[in-house]
């Protein structure tokens, strides 16, 4: 029988390599996003696989889009916790409203998606728990205070369920990705990627989306069961920890 996945903004970008990745793998996948409705449609229809709104950043939220995944598609097994945002501003300028933004988002949102499966999981005696940090999240970044302390809490958030999840075959663990090529990041003008961000990356070149991807599908997996707490860093050498 294979396993239900749901991905948080599941849709673009890193989400999106996600979702296709665990389809192939076998997973019956829900994929939710925000509110870019357009897309997800269209990668519903290119897919095949269904999309679910709501805002992660809202507990009631989570919890009735997860009753309808659950609906849909039967008990979620494994849950990637990807939805992210940026508002960044140098700390001198960040309003309160950006700063709670991505603590919302990044943060608090991986609380409101966790809590509601936690039950079920332990009750079935199997879950996988998949948080999508940052490399600024490990070293910092200037000009993304809110961003780095919501991707720092992550790591710390995945390393306490981790061990509340051990004996009952949870596992929790995260990925902090490097500059990966998606929209946003291509949206960088090309003289700024080539001259200053590319040459910080030992490998020569952005991260692609399914790169990422690969990892999630292996922690996934029944193969991953002894790994738990763990980061993986993939970030073309940039960092490490
Ligand atoms: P994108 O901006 O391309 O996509 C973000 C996705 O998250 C969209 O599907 C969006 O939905 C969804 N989303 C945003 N806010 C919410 C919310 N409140 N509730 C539900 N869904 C939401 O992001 P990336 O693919 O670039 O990033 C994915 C993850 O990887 C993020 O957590 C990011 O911080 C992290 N990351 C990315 C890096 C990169 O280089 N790209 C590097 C390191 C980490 P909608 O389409 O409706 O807006």
Same mark, same amino acid.
């Given at each position: 029988m294979s396993r239900v996945a749901l991905v948080t !903004?599941?849709?673009?970008?890193i989400g999106a390599a996600i979702s296709i990745a665990l389809k192939d793998a076998g997973y019956k996948v829900a994929a939710n996003f925000a509110g870019n409705e357009e897309k997800a449609k269209a990668f519903e229809a290119e897919t095949g696989i269904p999309v679910f709104k709501w805002d992660v950043s809202s507990y009631p939220a989570c919890a009735e889009g997860i009753a309808a995944v659950e609906a849909a598609l !039967?008990?979620?097994?494994v849950l990637v916790n990807n939805a992210g945002i940026t508002r960044d501003a140098m700390f001198h300028k960040m309003t309160p409203e950006q700063w709670g933004e991505v603590i919302g988002t990044n943060l608090t949102g991986l609380f409101n998606m966790t809590h509601p499966l936690w039950s079920g999981m332990r009750d079935r005696n199997f879950g996988r728990v998949i948080n999508i940090s940052s490399i600024n999240g490990q070293k910092g970044q200037m000009g993304q205070a809110n961003y780095s302390a919501a991707k720092a809490g992550d790591l710390g958030f995945t390393k306490a369920l981790a061990q509340e999840g051990a004996a009952k075959g949870i596992t929790v663990n995260a990925i902090c990705p490097g500059y990966i090529g998606t929209e946003m990041v291509r949206a960088i003008p090309e003289k700024v990627l080539n001259?200053?961000?590319?040459?910080?990356i030992p490998v020569g070149r952005l991260g692609e989306p399914e790169e990422i991807a690969r990892c999630v599908v292996f922690l996934a997996?029944?193969?991953?069961?002894?790994?738990?707490g763990s980061t993986i860093s993939a970030n073309g050498g940039q960092f490490f920890v």
């Amino acid at each position: 029988m294979s396993r239900v996945a749901l991905v948080t !903004g599941g849709t673009r970008g890193i989400g999106a390599a996600i979702s296709i990745a665990l389809k192939d793998a076998g997973y019956k996948v829900a994929a939710n996003f925000a509110g870019n409705e357009e897309k997800a449609k269209a990668f519903e229809a290119e897919t095949g696989i269904p999309v679910f709104k709501w805002d992660v950043s809202s507990y009631p939220a989570c919890a009735e889009g997860i009753a309808a995944v659950e609906a849909a598609l !039967g008990p979620v097994e494994v849950l990637v916790n990807n939805a992210g945002i940026t508002r960044d501003a140098m700390f001198h300028k960040m309003t309160p409203e950006q700063w709670g933004e991505v603590i919302g988002t990044n943060l608090t949102g991986l609380f409101n998606m966790t809590h509601p499966l936690w039950s079920g999981m332990r009750d079935r005696n199997f879950g996988r728990v998949i948080n999508i940090s940052s490399i600024n999240g490990q070293k910092g970044q200037m000009g993304q205070a809110n961003y780095s302390a919501a991707k720092a809490g992550d790591l710390g958030f995945t390393k306490a369920l981790a061990q509340e999840g051990a004996a009952k075959g949870i596992t929790v663990n995260a990925i902090c990705p490097g500059y990966i090529g998606t929209e946003m990041v291509r949206a960088i003008p090309e003289k700024v990627l080539n001259e200053r961000i590319i040459p910080q990356i030992p490998v020569g070149r952005l991260g692609e989306p399914e790169e990422i991807a690969r990892c999630v599908v292996f922690l996934a997996s029944d193969d991953a069961g002894f790994i738990t707490g763990s980061t993986i860093s993939a970030n073309g050498g940039q960092f490490f920890v």
